[in-house]
């Protein structure tokens, strides 16, 4: 099982886990379609998830660019934290089933969920350094044309610039 840290300069690091080759493969692939960035051809992603996987097994850690954001693997050293198949009750043998008293951590897995949230982020940080809003989503240059403000403030009666 891998620790996958998802790094951007402007960006809160999320940390996921990947519990072999096949999971790290998929987060690498929604890490990239997130940015809207595809690799050359599922050979060459499978090669570079390859890579970074052995460097993380020998090395300890293991570092792949893509697009704008860096991925960190690391092996996990203790993966009873993240398992959870039922918790022993003292009345097991009497007909009661196992069950999970809620001790257990469930494992995070950048799921599609956690790719859209991705998106928006990278989105959002895009349209503030352009000088846009990333709270209402509009670019730099589409705010009202009569008070130059953007929706975040609401002003009905103002109009958008002809062409918009």
């Given at each position: 099982?891998y620790?996958v840290?998802?790094?951007?300069?402007?960006?809160?690091?999320k940390?996921?886990?990947?519990?072999?080759?096949g999971?790290?493969?998929?987060?690498?692939?929604?890490?990239?379609?997130?940015q809207?960035?595809?690799?050359?051809s599922?050979?060459?992603?499978i090669?570079?998830?390859g890579?970074v996987?052995?460097?993380?097994?020998?090395?300890?850690?293991?570092?792949?660019?893509?697009?704008?954001?860096?991925?960190?693997v690391?092996?996990?050293?203790?993966?009873?934290?993240?398992?959870?198949?039922?918790?022993?009750?003292?009345?097991?043998?009497?007909?009661e089933?196992a069950?999970?008293?809620?001790?257990?951590?469930?494992?995070?897995?950048?799921?599609?969920a956690?790719?859209?949230?991705?998106?928006c982020?990278?989105?959002?940080?895009?349209?503030?350094?352009?000088?846009?809003?990333?709270?209402?989503g509009l670019e730099?240059?589409?705010?009202c044309?009569?008070c130059?403000r953007?929706n975040?403030?609401?002003h009905d009666n103002?109009?958008?610039?002809?062409?918009?």
């Open positions: 099982m620790e840290a998802i790094q951007h300069p402007s960006l809160a690091e940390t996921f886990t990947a519990k072999d080759g999971e790290l493969r998929t987060l690498i692939y929604r890490v990239a379609r997130a809207g960035h595809e690799f050359a599922t050979r060459d992603l090669v570079e998830t890579g996987r052995s460097r993380a097994d020998i090395e300890g850690v293991g570092l792949i660019e893509v697009a704008e954001l860096t991925v960190q690391r092996p996990t050293e203790d993966e009873s934290g993240y398992a959870c198949e039922g918790h022993e009750s003292v009345y097991v043998g009497l007909g089933t069950y999970c008293d809620g001790r257990c951590v469930t494992r995070p897995t950048f799921d599609r956690a790719m859209v949230e991705l998106s982020a990278l989105d959002d940080e895009d349209l503030e350094e352009s000088g846009g809003c990333p709270d209402c730099a240059g589409d705010e044309a009569a130059g953007c975040c403030d609401r103002c109009t958008r610039p002809k062409g918009r």
